[in-house]
């Protein structure tokens, strides 16, 4: 473990880098993700459309498309914008599906009643149709978030600095050690970020919780007790 005491500065440096390299692709997918999947769902031609043009964008490889957005963006093939571009178009393309599905479950006799009650398109979408979707974005996020982790280290090959930097580096020195060092650091990021969004639904979304054991415990009293009472009657 001489490597990584030598160079505890270094692998700081590389994993904070990687977490904020991912942390806004994964913002800007949950955010854009929102309208694609409502527009998705206003009918089967726009789903088809939302839907195929997520697909076709996840086709695109990595490589290629840091070439080709500098020439649409105004940035360098080895800035760092770059990488988090492409990187928030591939959590678009996971995402957008994700959100029109989520969206599509949704109970429409729920959707109906919100509306006979008076609630307008805006209010309904966000206050009715938006949290009842949320489990399933939910699942959705988690699986951009270790999709996106996992892309990162790729942006070492257009010079970005993450922990891709130690794969790469420890291959080519023969050091066992830094690739280790990089490959169990991109794991418990990726479950450091998973337990953080787990940890966001939950705070957002109480009514998806598990009863807790006090509840269960009360709940099963109660029946226990109604069912003593009607043992006991004649």
């Given at each position: 473990m001489s490597w990584t005491f030598d160079n505890l500065d270094l692998i700081r440096?590389?994993?904070?880098?990687?977490?904020?390299?991912?942390?806004?692709?994964?913002?800007?997918?949950?955010?854009?993700?929102?309208p694609?999947?409502?527009?998705?769902?206003?009918?089967?031609?726009?789903?088809?459309?939302?839907?195929?043009?997520?697909?076709?964008?996840?086709?695109?490889?990595?490589?290629p498309l840091f070439v080709i957005l500098p020439l649409i963006i105004p940035?360098?093939?080895l800035d760092d914008t770059n990488?988090?571009?492409?990187?928030?178009i591939y959590g678009v393309a996971i995402m957008s599906r994700s959100a029109a599905d989520a969206l599509a479950a949704v109970d429409r006799t729920t959707v109906d009643a919100a509306t006979a009650v008076g609630y307008s398109s805006v209010t309904r979408f966000f206050t009715?149709?938006?949290?009842?979707a949320g489990p399933v974005l939910l699942a959705g996020i988690r699986v951009v978030s270790a999709s996106t982790i996992a892309l990162v280290s790729v942006g070492v090959i257009i010079g970005s600095k993450n922990l891709g930097y130690l794969f790469q580096n420890g291959k080519q020195r023969g050091l066992?050690?830094?690739?280790?060092?990089?490959?169990?650091?991109?794991?418990l990021l990726a479950l450091i970020f998973d337990l953080v969004i787990l940890m966001v639904g939950r705070i957002l979304m109480p009514w998806t919780r598990e009863p807790s054991a006090q509840g269960r415990?009360?709940?099963?009293?109660r029946a226990s007790g109604f069912d003593a009472g009607v043992t006991a009657e004649p």
């Amino acid at each position: 473990m001489s490597w990584t005491f030598d160079n505890l500065d270094l692998i700081r440096e590389y994993t904070l880098n990687h977490a904020r390299l991912a942390i806004i692709p994964i913002l800007v997918s949950f955010l854009l993700s929102i309208p694609l999947g409502w527009v998705a769902n206003r009918s089967p031609l726009l789903r088809s459309v939302v839907i195929t043009g997520g697909s076709l964008l996840y086709t695109i490889p990595s490589l290629p498309l840091f070439v080709i957005l500098p020439l649409i963006i105004p940035t360098g093939v080895l800035d760092d914008t770059n990488l988090v571009v492409a990187l928030s178009i591939y959590g678009v393309a996971i995402m957008s599906r994700s959100a029109a599905d989520a969206l599509a479950a949704v109970d429409r006799t729920t959707v109906d009643a919100a509306t006979a009650v008076g609630y307008s398109s805006v209010t309904r979408f966000f206050t009715v149709e938006l949290p009842l979707a949320g489990p399933v974005l939910l699942a959705g996020i988690r699986v951009v978030s270790a999709s996106t982790i996992a892309l990162v280290s790729v942006g070492v090959i257009i010079g970005s600095k993450n922990l891709g930097y130690l794969f790469q580096n420890g291959k080519q020195r023969g050091l066992l050690e830094e690739v280790v060092i990089g490959i169990v650091l991109s794991l418990l990021l990726a479950l450091i970020f998973d337990l953080v969004i787990l940890m966001v639904g939950r705070i957002l979304m109480p009514w998806t919780r598990e009863p807790s054991a006090q509840g269960r415990r009360s709940t099963k009293g109660r029946a226990s007790g109604f069912d003593a009472g009607v043992t006991a009657e004649p």
